[in-house]
């Protein structure tokens, strides 16, 4: 089973701000399959990457991926109001599948 | 545009069974993977189960052997039966559209999450 170690927990920033959000695995890992998704509370995750870099439908270009092997990066460039939220990464080549523990990205 | 919306949550009593659906509509659903998640409460997210389009299933180790997850693809439905369930299963469950027939593709499209709660 492959762990998904994200750090950090919390990060606090200011809106116009660029966020780096972290995704460690366990084992080296084929970057097709690392996801990030956003969450907000009280909502379903919304996907936001897949395959490490590409961006999901309708996701502005402020969002970005990247990383291979065991590291994997989320980037945000000029953080938005409605960008603070709980980010989590997924890795989904095969059962099972996991999910790091997050990390929440929350107003300074 | 893609729709999903879960059914069937509620309060069960521990080693009791509660059965999930997932209402799936604006795809062709017989043909992508299917896969139930949950988070409890304050927690991160835990995949819990999937099927494939061929329907091969897959289970977390935490719930294998007391949950079933199966598919009507006449009804665009997915479904996940829980049987012997535990104060620990007490979460809200999405159901998640997989991007393609094979399990190993992300998850699209989720549908906002029933609320199972086992306490007696």
């Known amino acids: 089973e492959i762990v998904l170690t994200q750090s950090p927990g919390t990060l606090s920033l200011s809106p116009g701000e660029g966020a780096t959000l972290s995704c460690r695995a366990s084992?080296?890992?084929?970057?097709?399959?690392l996801a990030w998704y956003q969450q907000k509370p009280g909502q379903a995750p919304r996907p936001l990457i897949f395959?490490?870099?590409v961006r999901a439908a309708g996701i502005p270009d402020r969002f970005s991926g990247s990383g291979s092997g065991t590291d994997f990066t989320l980037t945000i460039s000029r953080l938005e109001p409605e960008d603070f939220a709980v980010y989590y990464c997924?890795?989904?080549?095969?059962?099972?599948?996991?999910f790091g523990q997050g990390t929440r990205l929350e107003i300074k | 545009e893609v729709q999903l919306l879960e059914s069937g949550g509620g309060l069960e009593q521990p080693g009791g069974s509660l059965r999930l659906s997932c209402a799936v509509s604006?795809?062709?659903?017989?043909?992508?993977?299917m896969s139930w998640v949950r988070q409890a409460p304050g927690k991160g997210l835990e995949w819990v189960s999937s099927?494939?389009?061929?329907?091969?299933?897959y289970y977390a180790d935490s719930v294998k052997g007391r949950f079933t997850i199966s598919r009507n693809n006449f009804r665009n439905t997915v479904y996940l039966q829980m049987n012997s369930l535990r104060a620990e299963d007490t979460a809200v469950y999405f159901c998640?559209?997989?991007?393609?027939?094979?399990?190993?593709?992300?998850?699209?499209?989720w549908g906002r999450g029933t609320l199972v709660t086992v306490s007696s």
């Open positions: 998640a559209k997989v991007q393609h027939w094979d399990l190993r593709n992300f998850f699209d499209y």
């Open positions: 604006g795809v062709t659903f017989s043909i992508y993977a």
């Open positions: 099927i494939s389009g061929s329907g091969d299933t």
């Open positions: 084992q080296s890992v084929d970057s097709t399959y």
């Open positions: 395959g490490a870099s």
């Open positions: 997924q890795h989904y080549e095969g059962s099972p599948i996991t």
